[in-house]
């Protein structure tokens, strides 16, 4: 495949963003339920209390490695996707990939520290200010760069290992 793809401007990224938004509040729903059953279960069998927490809920809310649980479960979503093939759900969607600037394969790395300096999607405030190489914070540090692929390039990434039933052997 051909790294001449054109860059993604912002409005591709923000549309990005909303439709993997679903997707990871899906996932941080799924762990908070995990949580209330791994605490529900202590509780039953009398290895933790509640000490006057009106239920699980404001019990979990108050807990710092709670919190930490959900940044991390976040954190991991994207740097796993962006490693896994350099595209998020909503990147396959609106056709965009992450690939490296200097032609070397994304590392695990490379996608943890493109995570962290995402700030949550706020950088990409700064591909409006750089409108000629649409380079976000985050491309800009990890040497990344988000591409906009054409349908067919689209598909060979997400297909990327599973037989075209179209073909003929």
Same mark, same amino acid.
């Given at each position: ?10 409005? !591709? ?13 899906a ?21 933790? !209390?509640?000490?006057?927490y009106?239920?699980?809920? *404001? ?51 490379? +996608? ?5 300096? *995402?700030l ?9 200010? +750089?409108?000629?190489? !649409? ?15 054409? !349908? ?15 073909? +003929?052997?």
């Amino acid at each position: 495949m051909s790294d001449s793809f054109p860059r993604a401007g912002f409005v !591709k990224r923000l549309l990005v963003i909303v439709y993997d938004l679903l997707a990871v509040i899906a996932l941080l729903m799924l762990t908070t339920v995990a949580n209330f059953i791994v605490i529900s279960l202590l509780e039953g069998n009398g290895l933790i !209390k509640l000490n006057g927490y009106v239920d699980h809920s *404001a019990f979990l809310n108050n807990q710092w490695w709670f919190q930490a649980e959900l940044v991390l479960v976040t954190w991991f979503f994207y740097t796993w996707f962006w490693y896994d093939g350099g595209q998020t759900l909503g990147m396959r969607a609106w056709r965009l990939k992450i690939q490296s600037t200097n032609g070397k394969p994304l590392t695990l790395k490379r +996608t943890a520290i493109r995570a962290l300096f *995402a700030l949550g999607g706020l950088g990409n405030i700064l591909v409006l200010f +750089t409108p000629k190489n !649409k380079l976000s914070l985050q491309d800009k540090i990890s040497n990344t760069e988000v591409v906009l692929l054409t !349908k067919e390039a689209n598909k060979r990434v997400y297909l990327r290992g599973v037989e075209d039933p179209n073909q +003929t052997h």
